[in-house]
């Protein structure tokens, strides 16, 4: 949705200043007492939040049924073929016939037969839903699916790194991530931090039994089956004022773990959540920061976009719905200064924000302008790239690290691209 421009708020004039000066923020420190920002811990099986009782999580034996043994000779058949016996040289033994019979289980498997066949892949812009039909995923396309539920809605999330390793293909899994809610009042927001463990494969959950004992013996090869195959869920939450728009989490050396937090009160916050994932695995270790470690409210208003740069650590862009884009730089073990200097070249809400995998001074913009950009981080005032890329907004974009000349951009119509960035000219 493009944001109409406020006067004044904006203006460049007002906002320029040398771009070597480095602004501090610490006057918002008060809104966050100690008490205020207790942390809430949780531990059962689902962690204080539920997981849906869904077919994908939970396995199901079918058996099928066997045919029986028909008895075909009645008294007065036997009668008869004992009399026929005795007049024919020799003697034969009756022979007892199987009959198969159609269970209920081989008719439940030809309905599932043709329904299969039915199946067929619904594409966005091409096919529409007719009255009462509903989009249900193909289970079979995935190793591993899992679903769970949360208190309250939540715009984002992010996966925090951990020390399991990278390409991990044992089960069952285990993963961290965090979240923002969106509350329906401002004080009753959070950050999540959640680990969830014990994820089971599901691939061959919805298939029959000879399928389920293959997966079954999957798992079991590739680890313990704890908690009688459920996943478990364990949660530690942060009290956040605001609905958190978008959160981005990097790891600083070996053991820090901070996540930035876009606020829907225009303020960007930096939170220590290293104490919190170790509490996950150490409970001795729980105890929840006092506050934010940082605060900046230089944005003339919300935003949603966010990213930590991959080759330098602590560095940090946030871009809000008014078009402009703030550069962070870690100055220090858990400070940081925002240049007070915008990046100024969209002219609407700046969707989304992709810092370039191997070059530490380039960096990626999208809009509700229906272009993307291309930035050199020393350049404030003009981007060096220019593409008007959709015909509507451009929601979202996608860096491939491992090819870093591609680029992904998502548009509000539902479309995709995939651009070249060698043949990127404005």
């Keep these: 949705m493009e944001q109409q421009h406020q006067g004044g708020g904006g203006d460049d004039g007002e906002m320029e200043e040398d771009a070597d000066h480095l602004q501090f923020e610490d006057e918002w420190e008060d809104e966050y007492e100690e008490e205020d ?18 077919p994908h999580i939970s396995l199901s034996l ?11 000779e009645e008294d007065g058949d036997e009668e008869e073929e004992e009399g026929e016996r005795e007049g024919k040289e020799g003697s034969h033994e009756l022979t007892a016939f199987k009959i198969p019979k159609v269970s209920d289980q081989d008719e439940d498997d030809e309905d599932e037969d043709e329904d299969e066949e039915n199946l067929q892949v619904f594409i966005p812009g091409r096919d529409q839903l007719e009255e009462g039909e ?5 289970n079979s396309a ?103 728009n978008r959160v981005r989490c990097t790891r600083l ?18 939170w220590d959540l290293s104490t919190l994932v170790r509490g996950l695995d150490f409970p001795q270790h729980d105890k929840p920061p006092a506050g934010p470690l940082h605060t900046f ?35 220090g ?6 240049g007070g200097q915008q990046y100024t070249g ?43 890329a959709h015909a509507s907004d451009v929601n979202v974009i996608s860096w491939n690290r491992a090819a870093p000349h591609l680029l992904l951009s998502g548009c509000d119509d539902g479309t995709f691209s995939i651009w070249d960035l060698r043949n990127f000219k404005s």
Excluded at 333 to 338: E, I, K, M, R, S
């Design 142 to 244: 995935y190793d591993m699916l899992h679903g769970l539920n949360v208190e309250w809605p939540c715009l984002s999330f992010d996966i925090i790194t951990d020390k399991l390793g990278a390409q991990r293909t044992k089960f069952p899994m285990t993963a961290y991530m965090v979240a923002g809610t969106q509350a329906d009042n401002p004080q009753n927001n959070k950050l999540m931090v959640m680990k969830l463990s014990n994820l089971c494969k599901t691939k061959h959950d919805d298939k029959g039994s000879d399928d389920e004992d293959d997966s079954s013996d999957d798992d079991s090869d590739n680890g313990d089956d704890t908690n009688n195959g459920e996943p478990l869920l364990e949660t530690k939450t942060l009290k956040h004022h605001g609905g958190v």
């Design 62 to 72: 079918c058996l099928g049924c066997g045919g029986g043994v028909a008895d075909m």
């Design 346 to 388: 969209h002219t609407a809400s700046v969707e989304d924000l992709q810092w370039s995998p191997n070059e530490q001074n380039v960096f990626a913009s999208c809009s509700v302008d229906k272009t993307i950009k291309i930035w050199d981080a020393r350049q404030q005032k003009k981007s060096v790239l220019s593409v008007t």
């Design 297 to 331: 409210a230089g944005h003339p208003t919300e935003g949603f976009a966010l990213d930590w740069s991959p080759t330098t650590p602590g560095r940090l862009l946030s871009g809000d719905c008014r078009k402009y884009i703030h550069l962070w730089e870690m100055t």
């Design 134 to 138: 509903v989009l249900d995923f193909d």
């Design 37 to 54: 920002i207790a942390g809430e811990t949780s531990f059962s099986p689902i962690g204080g939040l539920t997981l849906p009782h869904v």
């Design 253 to 270: 050396g070996e053991d820090t773990t901070v996540a930035a937090s876009w606020s829907e009160t225009g303020k960007v916050h930096l």
């Design 333 to 338: 073990a858990g400070t940081w200064a925002v």
